[in-house]
């Protein structure tokens, strides 16, 4: 029993579906756009087309890229013994901002979560896996969130490396529990980098 | 601490109305139906955030509006004065501020007002299933420290996402029929179980152990004389270790596509003059050791915290005897105390304010 048109609707129904974003934001933003001017409009529909059509995941690490690889993966000067797993591109951007770390990334897409259908094949474990030799990595620090799922993942890393000659290291205490990556300050999560302990099965 | 002043808008059967509490005992009295309960519904959600008779949060918005609004005015016995606000939204969210500053997550509420409950419906301690005596060791965690709520949520979710991957892979009833994967998967699901929840076992284990002699003692003031009460919390899965526990189970877990051993089914055994008190005991001696398991945790989160939180005793003087109403009010604890009556007091009572309650409106008198 909709008050809108379907059009309306549809609109509201999709804007919904945007993580953070309520049905009474969804409304909001809805009804603003529909407000708002054609070519104010067509410039956002535009923007999103454009990010989504030249915007991919780097082939290697799976960050956001525009090229193939990322500028991080074509950055020579990163030190390629050392790489931090973490689960969304974001988590990047505030690892990056604490300037602690100089190694190279890989991002899971995600964290291990049986209630959201998500194991390990959903992830790009594989991926990482078979970058570890190629690229001769001493160690890897897992960044996950510090939550439930953050930490499973975890350990599920350390069991599936543990075969191999590679430090598998977490990511230190003192990070808001339960909270995302991004939500930490630089500080607190600079500090944790550098606090980080050896994960053993 | 000490709630000074309490205003409703639009919660339950309020419009509107404002209360000013003393720091001793209020006595809210007044006929069925009128609105004591929900005025101690109010007081305690902001404790809480949630319903002490376990009804969802658009139960308490007043028909026919979108929101509630409760505000209460706190002194903490440093003298630090703290407003606290929330907003009830049908749809769940609740909106907090702690003197007009808005909480991020509404949780980091709790710990900031304490209160504790007794309610008729707390006979179902003692007659209800174990889930029921559960929560009870859960809540008294929280209440002694708030931080503990992170924890107690975690083995929530560890206890669903563990099912949630028996569910997946659970027509492999054999654990040898797993693939290395899924062992690997499910191994560190148990670990991370194994972890945070044999914490939490340590934990309840330790609370009883603090709680029983106070109940008995609460008990002993409440029957007028020595009664022994006694507590078992030892479940199987303690005796060995959750990781073995939860090894042990694997078979029978895959099986039923659930977790069959660990805290979350766990129970409380509870026991008056050596009998178990949930078949034995008379309807007397299980009200009255509800009401101790409650004073007891009152006096527990007091010494804990080194101030009492506000005692709500909703219809307790219906559930006793005359005689255990009256050694009830002569061992009332310290601190303030907020108590309903359908059927006025009994002389014993001293109440320092007493509130009349008539259809959603206060009355000071
Ligand atoms: N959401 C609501 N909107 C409007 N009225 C409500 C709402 N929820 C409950 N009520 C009404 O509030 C009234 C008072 O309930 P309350 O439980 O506080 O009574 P009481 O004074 O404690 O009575 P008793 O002595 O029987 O326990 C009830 O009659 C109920 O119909
Ligand atoms: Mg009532
Ligand atoms: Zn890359």
Redesign the interface.
Known sequence: MSAYTPPVQALIDELGRLPGV??KSAQRIALHLLKAEDHDVARLAEAIVIAKKRVRFCERCFNIADENLCPICTDTRREGSMLCVVEEARDIIAIEKTGVFRGRYHVLLGA????D?I???QLKIRELLTRLEPETVREVIVCTNPT??G??TA??LA??LSTLDIKVTRIGTGLP??GDLEYADELTLGRALEGRHELR? | MIVEHLELTNFRNYAAAEVHFTPGTTALIGANGQGKTNLAEALTFLATLESFRGVPVDVLIRNGEDTAIVRAQVRHPDGREVLIEAELTRTGRNRVQVNKQRLVRARDLLGVMRTTVFSPGDLALIQGGPGERRRFLDDALVAVAARNDTMRREVDRIVRQRNAFLKQIGWKTNPSALSGDETLTLDVWDEKLAEVGGQWGDARAHLVAQLQPMVTRAYEDLATQVTPIDFVYEPEWRRIGLARALAASRAEDLRRGLTTTGPHRDDLEMSVNGLPARTHASQGEQRTLALALRLATHRLVTDTMGSPPVLVLDDVLSELDPDRATALLTHMPKGQVIITSASGLPTTAHPDRILHIAAGTVTNN
């Open positions: 309520g049905p291990i979560s049986p209630m259908g194991g390990p094949e439930i799922e930490d499973v350990m599920y069991r599936a529990v339960g099965d």
